[in-house]
């Protein structure tokens, strides 16, 4: 699909049709080699570390205000200049919160069913990283993707639901007035209201702000029930702008139509099912944390990005698992499915 969707944009900023898909593949290449060697360590280790990974994501996220080492990409200063390549470190920060939770977690498991120590202590933790992200990075969707996934492994590891669906809940209303109102009144994040404006009416800005959600939905129109054919998309040609990242599903819905879409999205559905029976079989409380905190991880992702892309939901710069371009980003999510393997695989010599 990489090479598929690339191929245009790829002859026209590098003149070669084959670019993306090259660096993608050699990426690929690595990642799995990468997951294959961590599914054969023991999980446990990554305990011992938990402090180092939660303050490592923090640096991590940091670096991007540093001159020389952030880049600035369409306005937003959410990527790491690697030399070869560069990387959003919101990557690393997302599996390295989940450690660190999946070890706090299970390491205080008796404190969590009282409203301070079990809902707002842990919460307490996520206010640097996330502060990072919204003030520093402005990257709203890692955040989303972050607090949901730190919510669901808080609720898996025993705190209270009712604080969630109250306070949790009100909080959450009082964040998006905040984000509303700075956005009224001063330009951080004023784009997000031409954004909730677009996914009201795409076709009020239709060669402005929504035009990429319009070229989207005609891609996934164009497919009918079978698809027009692997490579025969027409709305990648310079249509959808940047077609191989976080729209790339609508290019699949355009080529393999909607019995393509729905191959895929049962591939997802079954990662979660393998996902959710890891960590009900996993020996200990922070195996199992470790695994819904990865499951959750590539699951959210993907169901938002299969959200925006079909404009049931304000686009969003999310990146769907696995398919979408982006080295770094598919090294981070072997990775992943290298330490959720290892848990597997313990559950298995039981």
Known sequence: MVLSAS???????WGNSYYYVTRQLLFAIAGIVIMLGISTLDYRIY???YKLAYWGSIVALALVVIPGIGVSVNGARRWINLGFGQFQPSEIAKIGLIIFYAAYLSDHRSELNSFVTGFIKPLLYLIPPIAILFFLQDHLSASIIIIAI??????????????FLTVGLAGGAAGIAGMLFLA???EKGAFRLARLTTFMNPWADATGDGWQVIQGLYAIG???LFGVGLGNSK??????PEPHNDFIFAVLAEELGFIGCLIVIALFAVFIWRGILTSMKAKDCFGSLLAVGITSLIGLQAIMNIAVVTSSMPATGISLPFFSYGGTALVILLFSVGILLNISR???KM
């Open 7 to 13: 191929a245009p944009s790829s002859l026209s900023e």
């Open 47 to 49: 305990k011992k570390f």
């Open 150 to 163: 730190i919510c669901i492994m808080m609720v898996m590891a025993g705190s209270k639901l009712r604080y």
């Open 184 to 186: 009224k009144t001063t």
């Open 222 to 224: 164009s497919g009918g």
């Open 235 to 240: 709305q990648k040609y310079l249509y959808i």
């Open 346 to 348: 313990s559950t298995s």
